[in-house]
């Protein structure tokens, strides 16, 4: 499956924006889908992912309440919605998808996700 984020861009603290990604080459329905971001110098950090079929979502405890995603099957995409941005927020945004139909756990480290987009680059500045 291929995978391309949109909607990044440069927001001022406080701001709202929303990601998208748009899959092909398989229905996303099959696929337990995230997002992961990555700040410069730093390491991937897992942001919220949703089991196929969206039955179960999960979030960084860090960033439950401000960071929202959501999926449409219908359309093969998943969407991030960040409210009340920090400068902290500013990294390059991953949406990410695993294919694993037996498994009930959702992973948090990079390493376990194979289907990569992209990113698209979210600045929070003044």
């Known amino acids: 499956v291929q995978l391309v984020e949109s909607g990044g861009g440069l927001a001022q603290p406080g701001a709202s924006l929303s990601l998208s990604c748009a899959a092909s080459?398989?229905?996303?329905?099959?696929?337990?889908m995230a997002w992961f971001r990555r700040a410069p110098g730093k390491e991937y950090e897992f942001i919220a992912a949703s089991r196929r079929s969206g039955d179960s979502i999960y979030y960084d405890d860090s960033l439950k309440g401000r960071f929202t995603i959501s999926r449409d099957d219908a359309k093969d995409t998943i969407y991030l919605q960040m409210n009340g941005l920090k400068p902290e927020d500013t990294a390059v945004y991953y949406c990410?998808?695993?294919?694993?139909?037996?498994?009930?756990?959702?992973?948090?480290?990079?390493?376990?996700?194979?289907?990569w987009g992209e990113g698209t680059l979210v600045t929070v500045s003044e």
């Open positions: 990410v998808a695993l294919f694993a139909p037996g498994r009930n756990s959702v992973p948090r480290s990079s390493y376990e996700w194979r289907y």
């Open positions: 080459g398989g229905p996303i329905s099959l696929y337990t």
